[in-house]
């Protein structure tokens, strides 16, 4: 790249001394420029692409709630505590943050006075924070981070082991119930090899009073949820990285260049300008045409005994009447000629002039040339041109005084 932005300077160099040249007199100016800078934080930017970065992750663990009377006299805390399921999946969509959808499930139990239980769907969206990667650098082959999350989700209840006191629209106690609740927790991350985790999280799930389908005045009901498993890296590991800053010193370099063959130039322009200066200037004189008319070669040839123009010879007339349009002061002599061996001296003079009209009257007849220009001269036999008897049968065109 950087020799194609020197070829272009040459380019441009050259481009310019033609015009240096040209304008040798002219004052060479210089025009400095303010250029305004700003400042580029250098900090490297990571991103992942489409197919990187996206996981599955498998688990099991325990439920405890924490609800309504949960003071209860029964003390066992196993009525408290279920097994819980978990499956999700999700994407780091750089490396300080990812997203994921989990969804949670199992039996859950709690005391209300009493023993009870139902069984629960849990599907969230939550938002992860890699502290590890934002504190202390991005390294994706790091033995353990430490992952916050928030999330929004939405749970369904079922399969009641007690008659709940939240009546539906039909007037009945309700069956089911369908809550929304807000999550945070912290997960745990352990790796194993390139493709596979090993994770440790809490989750605390916050509901409204209804969660149980019991409403007994206390604002909020919890769910706590610790989980282990196993995540499952997709596609590739690493992130994508740029830094504005990386190429500030070739650029730099280069700007440094440009200046330089900046004021190398405008250098080489002032010293041609002034050389030039010296120089006297030399007289132009005023060129002169002259136009030069030059011999007229050109022929009419008849047939034995024949004063008429055939038509193969027609373009030498045109020829001879287009040098009379191009040289309009000019004149022509018209000479006729007749083959000696073919009739006698009186026949013949008179053949050779009536051939030489001919060739006249087609040039001012045809193409308008005006007779004037047009001398008619009658050589008959006596004179032959030519030692080819036949090729005396002609009539020869010459320059006549201007």
């Given at each position: 790249?950087?020799?194609?932005?020197?070829w272009?300077?040459?380019?441009c160099?050259?481009m310019?001394?033609?015009?240096?040249n040209?304008?040798?007199q002219d004052?060479?100016v210089?025009?400095?420029?303010?250029?305004?800078v700003?400042?580029?934080?250098c900090?490297?930017?990571y991103y992942?692409?489409?197919?990187?970065?996206?996981f599955?992750?498998?688990?099991?663990g325990?439920?405890?709630?924490?609800?309504?009377?949960s003071?209860?006299?029964i003390?066992?805390p196993?009525?408290?505590?279920s097994?819980?399921?978990?499956?999700g999946?999700?994407?780091?969509?750089?490396?300080?943050?990812?997203?994921?959808?989990?969804f949670?499930?199992?039996p859950i139990?709690?005391?209300?006075?009493?023993?009870r239980?139902a069984?629960?769907?849990?599907?969230n969206?939550?938002?992860m924070?890699?502290m590890f990667?934002?504190?202390?650098?991005v390294?994706?082959?790091r033995?353990?981070s430490?992952v916050?999350f928030?999330?929004?989700?939405g749970t369904f209840m079922?399969d009641?082991s007690?008659r709940?006191?939240?009546?539906?629209?039909?007037?009945?106690?309700?069956?089911?119930?369908w809550?929304l609740?807000?999550?945070a927790?912290?997960?745990l991350?352990?790796?194993?090899?390139?493709?596979v985790d090993?994770?440790?999280?809490?989750?605390a799930?916050f509901?409204g009073?209804n969660w149980?389908?019991?409403?007994?005045?206390y604002?909020i009901?919890?769910?706590?949820t610790a989980?282990?498993g196993?995540?499952?890296?997709?596609?590739?590991c690493?992130?994508?990285s740029?830094?504005?800053c990386?190429?500030?010193?070739?650029?730099?370099?280069?700007?440094?260049q440009?200046n330089?063959?900046r004021?190398?130039?405008a250098?080489?322009?002032?010293a041609?300008a002034?050389?030039e200066?010296q120089?006297?200037?030399?007289?132009?004189?005023e060129?002169v045409?002259?136009?030069?008319?030059?011999?007229?070669?050109?022929?009419?040839?008849f047939?034995?005994?024949s004063?008429?123009?055939r038509d193969?010879?027609?373009?030498?007339?045109y020829?001879?009447?287009?040098y009379?349009?191009?040289?309009p002061?000019?004149?022509?002599?018209?000479?006729g000629?007749?083959?000696k061996?073919t009739?006698s001296?009186?026949?013949?003079?008179?053949?050779?002039?009536?051939?030489a009209?001919a060739?006249?009257?087609?040039?001012?007849d045809?193409?308008?040339?005006?007779?004037?220009r047009?001398?008619v001269?009658a050589?008959?036999?006596?004179?032959?041109p030519?030692?080819?008897?036949?090729?005396?049968?002609i009539?020869?065109?010459?320059?006549?005084?201007?």
């Amino acid at each position: 790249m950087k020799k194609n932005v020197l070829w272009a300077f040459a380019a441009c160099s050259a481009m310019l001394l033609p015009g240096i040249n040209a304008n040798a007199q002219d004052d060479v100016v210089v025009t400095e420029e303010v250029v305004t800078v700003t400042e580029v934080p250098c900090k490297t930017h990571y991103y992942s692409s489409n197919r990187d970065n996206w996981f599955i992750q498998i688990g099991a663990g325990i439920n405890g709630t924490f609800v309504e009377n949960s003071h209860s006299k029964i003390k066992d805390p196993h009525h408290q505590m279920s097994v819980a399921y978990n499956f999700g999946f999700g994407k780091w969509i750089s490396p300080y943050l990812g997203w994921r959808i989990s969804f949670l499930g199992g039996p859950i139990h709690w005391n209300q006075g009493e023993f009870r239980k139902a069984k629960y769907a849990n599907a969230n969206v939550d938002f992860m924070w890699d502290m590890f990667n934002s504190f202390h650098g991005v390294n994706t082959r790091r033995v353990f981070s430490i992952v916050p999350f928030v999330g929004l989700g939405g749970t369904f209840m079922w399969d009641f082991s007690h008659r709940t006191d939240i009546m539906g629209r039909d007037g009945k106690p309700k069956s089911t119930s369908w809550t929304l609740p807000v999550s945070a927790g912290l997960q745990l991350r352990f790796r194993l090899c390139k493709y596979v985790d090993f994770f440790a999280e809490g989750r605390a799930q916050f509901y409204g009073d209804n969660w149980n389908n019991t409403a007994q005045g206390y604002p909020i009901d919890i769910n706590v949820t610790a989980i282990g498993g196993f995540s499952f890296n997709i596609g590739g590991c690493d992130f994508k990285s740029y830094n504005p800053c990386d190429y500030v010193g070739y650029i730099n370099n280069l700007n440094g260049q440009v200046n330089d063959l900046r004021a190398a130039l405008a250098t080489s322009a002032a010293a041609l300008a002034a050389a030039e200066a010296q120089l006297p200037c030399p007289e132009v004189q005023e060129a002169v045409e002259v136009t030069e008319v030059g011999p007229l070669m050109a022929t009419v040839r008849f047939s034995l005994n024949s004063a008429r123009i055939r038509d193969e010879e027609m373009v030498n007339v045109y020829n001879v009447a287009q040098y009379l349009k191009d040289n309009p002061d000019q004149t022509i002599v018209i000479a006729g000629y007749a083959d000696k061996d073919t009739g006698s001296s009186d026949y013949n003079m008179g053949l050779s002039k009536r051939r030489a009209e001919a060739v006249k009257n087609a040039l001012v007849d045809k193409y308008g040339i005006a007779p004037e220009r047009l001398t008619v001269q009658a050589e008959g036999s006596n004179v032959q041109p030519y030692d080819v008897n036949n090729w005396n049968r002609i009539v020869i065109f010459s320059n006549g005084a201007e």
